[in-house]
């Protein structure tokens, strides 16, 4: 009688494992069937909508604010932001809820112009001048027609600087990893040399050692003014086009960027 329930122990055991893999790529493929591409203008082949589609998923769930790309032909002719705007009211944009955290990159092919947002979460990470920032990045592939190229790095910059503290500077040199790794293996050499100079012991003798006081003295001393100088520049003017943000008819508030490509 054991050994009969225990063969059904064995099996039943078994049959889970065979199963699982089945069930895991369910859940897997419910979570990546969300839409986050809307690709209205056709700039985009089959694959390089599904790759984007997957990485958007991935950092979308990172960063609990869903990354949303927008491409149109615009043939209403309507603002870009109010594009935008109306999109989400329609769409109910968000990863946690309708109308919820989201960042969004809008592309007008009527007008030219590109319109990037952030809302709840994101309008807190992304304000303009990280919008801004985004869009400088991007604005020569997009004028360039590398639409996947410029569509990636709208994600992954945004990822990014949604990882960096509101209000600081997500392009400070302190937050680039080449000057990160020169830091530490400058640190970690002035370690080894200061390990190396100490294990020499210490010297005793100096050039005081065997100085006479008694005969030796300064002959001389002379401070000379020279001149000083004064350098003026003009202050270069910000010629970015910007847009600080608004609000949706639906009442949702959001910061912005605009700009042509």
Known sequence: MKSKNGRKRIMAVFTLFLL????????????TTKQRVYDEANLLNQKERTQLEEMAEKYSVKRETDFIILTTKNQEKKDVEKYMQDFYD??????????????????????????LAGFYKAKTYLDRHRLDLIRDKITSDLSAKNYFDAFQTFITTADRYMGI???????NILFKLWFQLAVSIG???????????????????????YEDPKTSKVLERR??????????????????KGGSGGITGGGHSHSGSRGSF
């Open 20 to 31: 699982l893999p089945f069930f895991t790529n369910n859940a897997t493929a419910a979570t």
């Open 90 to 115: 329609e769409q109910g944009l968000g990863y946690d809820q309708k109308h919820g955290n989201t960042a969004i990159l809008t592309v007008d092919m009527s007008h030219r112009e590109i319109y």
């Open 165 to 171: 503290k509101p209000g600081v500077d997500p392009e």
């Open 187 to 209: 640190m970690g050499g002035g370690v080894v040399w200061l390990m190396t100079y100490n294990s020499g012991g210490k010297v005793t003798i100096h050039e005081k050692t």
């Open 223 to 240: 401070d000379q003014y020279i001149r000083t100088s004064t350098t003026k520049w003009k202050k270069p003017k910000n010629n970015s």
